[in-house]
């Protein structure tokens, strides 16, 4: 059974900084796609980020280029999103995503939330 779990959102200021984790379980052999994704409530999900399993391709958002990082842990069942020069338009639910064998998997979401 695939699970995930997010966490490390909270509140930060405009300009700040947050790193959201993901850890997985259930999958191993393979390969999978890792993606973050944001929700506000009353608009669409959006996609942010993504990386492959063994950490070689990565895809961004253009509204994150430049200021978000998505890694892979040493753990290939655990993901990363480092988030710099945070704006009050990143506020969101982040959601950790997971690809495997053609089925998508989700977590709960971690809320961010960037306010003065």
């Known amino acids: 059974q695939v699970q995930l779990v997010e966490s490390g959102g909270g509140l930060v200021q405009p300009g700040g900084s947050l790193r959201l984790s993901c850890a997985g379980s259930?999958?191993?052999?393979?390969?999978?796609?890792f993606s973050w994704y944001r929700q506000v409530p009353g608009k669409d999900r959006e996609f942010v980020a993504a990386?492959?399993?063994?950490?070689?391709?990565?895809r961004y958002a253009d509204f994150v280029k430049g200021r978000f990082i998505i890694s892979r842990g040493t753990d290939k069942n655990t993901m990363s999103l480092q988030m710099n020069s945070l704006k009050p338009e990143d506020t969101a639910s982040y959601l950790c995503s997971v690809r495997y064998y053609g089925s998508d998997f989700w977590g709960q979401g971690t809320q961010v939330t960037v306010t003065s």
């Open positions: 259930g999958f191993t052999g393979g390969s999978w796609t």
């Open positions: 990386i492959t399993s063994a950490g070689l391709n990565t």
